[in-house]
């Protein structure tokens, strides 16, 4: 059975910045936690937080990607060591586990998938991938939001066809 790679904070673990999760059946809507409930049923969630595992405390300041490729979170520290240490445990596991699918939270400077925060600290999102999405994506491995879990059940379906 295909086991798949889920952010931490997207299930219930709350490691995010602000010290909050992302409560999927609130935030996302019930389906989503009715898929995430049946993998978990499954065996199949490995889980972890890039941020946390890359070192980094909860709560924490904020940080968004830079053009020139950096991590700065909002006091101004450089924090991309611990980004791409957090993104390379994150890849290490999917290669443990032989992982070939992610579900990680989206706009995530760490998880974003489709959508990242511009660097600005504006609240204004621009199309890119996080640091761990991009690695992941760049290793072969599928990388889906929380809002296209559905996508994501019919990929690992096919996988297992
Ligand atoms: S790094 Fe990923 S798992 Fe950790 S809090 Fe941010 S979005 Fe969630």
Same mark, same amino acid.
């Given at each position: 059975?295909? &086991? %798949? =790679?889920?952010?931490? #904070?997207? =299930?219930?673990?709350?490691?995010?910045?602000?010290?909050?999760? =992302?409560?999927?059946?609130?935030?996302?809507?019930?389906?989503?936690? $009715?898929?995430?409930?049946?993998?978990?049923?499954?065996?199949? !969630?490995?889980?972890? #937080?890039?941020? %946390?595992?890359?070192?980094?405390?909860?709560?924490?300041?904020? $940080?968004?990607?830079?053009?020139?490729?950096? %991590?700065?979170?909002?006091?101004?520290?450089?924090?991309? /060591?611990?980004? *791409?240490?957090?993104?390379?445990?994150?890849?290490?596991? #999917?290669?443990?586990?032989? !992982?070939?699918?992610? %579900? *990680? +939270?989206?706009?995530?400077?760490? #998880?974003?998938?489709?959508?990242?925060?511009?660097?600005?600290?504006?609240?204004? &999102?621009?199309?890119? &991938?996080?640091? +761990?999405?991009?690695?992941? /994506?760049?290793?072969?491995?599928?990388?889906?939001?929380?809002? /296209?879990?559905?996508?994501?059940?019919?990929?690992?379906?096919? *996988?297992?066809?």
């Amino acid at each position: 059975m295909e &086991k %798949v =790679l889920v952010s931490a #904070c997207f =299930l219930g673990n709350p490691v995010r910045y602000n010290g909050t999760d =992302l409560n999927v059946a609130e935030k996302v809507d019930t389906q989503a936690q $009715a898929i995430l409930d049946s993998w978990a049923k499954e065996g199949r !969630i490995v889980s972890i #937080c890039p941020e %946390v595992s890359g070192g980094l405390p909860t709560p924490r300041p904020p $940080a968004e990607l830079q053009l020139d490729g950096r %991590v700065v979170d909002d006091t101004g520290e450089d924090v991309s /060591s611990e980004f *791409l240490k957090g993104a390379e445990n994150a890849l290490a596991l #999917c290669q443990r586990f032989n !992982i070939k699918v992610a %579900v *990680l +939270t989206e706009s995530s400077p760490s #998880c974003g998938s489709t959508l990242i925060y511009d660097g600005s600290f504006s609240n204004t &999102k621009i199309p890119g &991938k996080g640091i +761990t999405a991009k690695l992941l /994506s760049e290793n072969g491995i599928k990388v889906f939001s929380q809002f /296209s879990l559905e996508e994501a059940r019919a990929f690992l379906e096919k *996988l297992e066809a």
